[in-house]
């Protein structure tokens, strides 16, 4: 019989995502996930708690629910749990041996992490399988991609989770902002490029949620 707590935490994942997220997965980069759920951000620490104390508390939630998973993956690692505080960009301040990122909806948590010694950097992104508004579509999508891709997968979010994910990657390297004009991105071979000529690797997947990682 598996441990009580074990089959609380297993009530707080989406098997369908679950396995989805194992097919996304690549040698070196883990990545989990959790359903955002009452009394997570009970799980924030101290210095995380500062940094969110002028959030709504949906938005504190949020935020524990994606750093329960993430120190779940450094556990993982063997790296003891760790305040992860949001540094000036808005993105985690992780060890230093340790590349990584964080994401939510608003039902949804994932965290993916990986060693520094072998990624420059990784990117996550989560979106539910929607949609994006009208209004959106034509900041988010460049002319070459409408030009290249069908009107369905542009008007969906897949792009857009791309984008985040690639931003998210680069980042924390170099500091330079990225608009989604910025990124152009190329579904067939899996790469983004940024107007800078950067190159990022990206794998996605869109059932039962839109997650891409780079």
């Given at each position: 019989?598996?441990?009580?707590?074990?089959?609380?935490?297993?009530?707080?994942?989406?098997?369908?995502?679950r396995d989805a997220?194992?097919?996304?997965?690549?040698?070196?980069?883990?990545?989990?996930?959790?359903?955002?759920?009452?009394?997570?951000?009970?799980?924030?620490?101290?210095?995380?708690?500062?940094?969110?104390?002028?959030?709504?508390?949906?938005?504190?939630?949020?935020?524990g629910s994606a750093?329960?998973?993430?120190?779940?993956?450094?556990?993982?690692?063997?790296?003891?749990?760790?305040?992860?505080?949001?540094?000036?960009?808005?993105?985690?301040?992780?060890?230093?041996?340790?590349?990584?990122?964080?994401?939510?909806?608003?039902?949804?948590?994932?965290?993916?992490?990986?060693?520094?010694?072998?990624?420059?950097?990784?990117?996550?992104?989560?979106?539910?399988?929607?949609?994006?508004?009208?209004?959106?579509?034509?900041?988010?999508?460049?002319?070459?991609?409408f030009r290249r891709?069908?009107?369905?997968?542009?008007?969906?979010?897949?792009?857009?989770?791309?984008?985040?994910?690639?931003?998210?990657?680069?980042?924390?390297?170099?500091?330079?902002?990225?608009?989604?004009?910025?990124?152009?991105?190329?579904?067939?071979?899996?790469?983004?490029?940024?107007?800078?000529?950067?190159?990022?690797?990206?794998?996605?997947?869109?059932?039962?949620?839109?997650?891409?990682?780079?």
């Amino acid at each position: 019989m598996p441990k009580q707590e074990d089959m609380t935490e297993c009530s707080r994942e989406d098997p369908a995502l679950r396995d989805a997220l194992l097919r996304l997965s690549e040698a070196g980069i883990l990545i989990g996930h959790r359903l955002v759920s009452k009394g997570d951000e009970s799980a924030l620490l101290p210095e995380e708690q500062e940094d969110l104390a002028r959030s709504i508390g949906v938005v504190r939630r949020k935020s524990g629910s994606a750093r329960i998973v993430a120190r779940r993956l450094l556990d993982s690692m063997g790296i003891e749990a760790t305040a992860l505080p949001r540094l000036p960009a808005g993105g985690p301040r992780w060890p230093s041996n340790v590349v990584g990122s964080l994401a939510h909806d608003d039902d949804v948590a994932v965290a993916a992490v990986a060693s520094a010694q072998e990624f420059d950097g990784v990117g996550i992104d989560v979106e539910p399988a929607l949609a994006l508004p009208d209004e959106l579509v034509e900041i988010v999508s460049t002319p070459g991609e409408f030009r290249r891709y069908p009107a369905e997968l542009v008007a969906s979010r897949i792009l857009f989770a791309i984008k985040e994910a690639a931003y998210k990657t680069l980042n924390p390297i170099d500091g330079i902002f990225l608009d989604f004009q910025d990124i152009e991105i190329d579904i067939d071979a899996g790469i983004a490029v940024t107007r800078q000529g950067k190159r990022v690797h990206f794998n996605y997947v869109q059932f039962p949620r839109i997650v891409a990682v780079a």
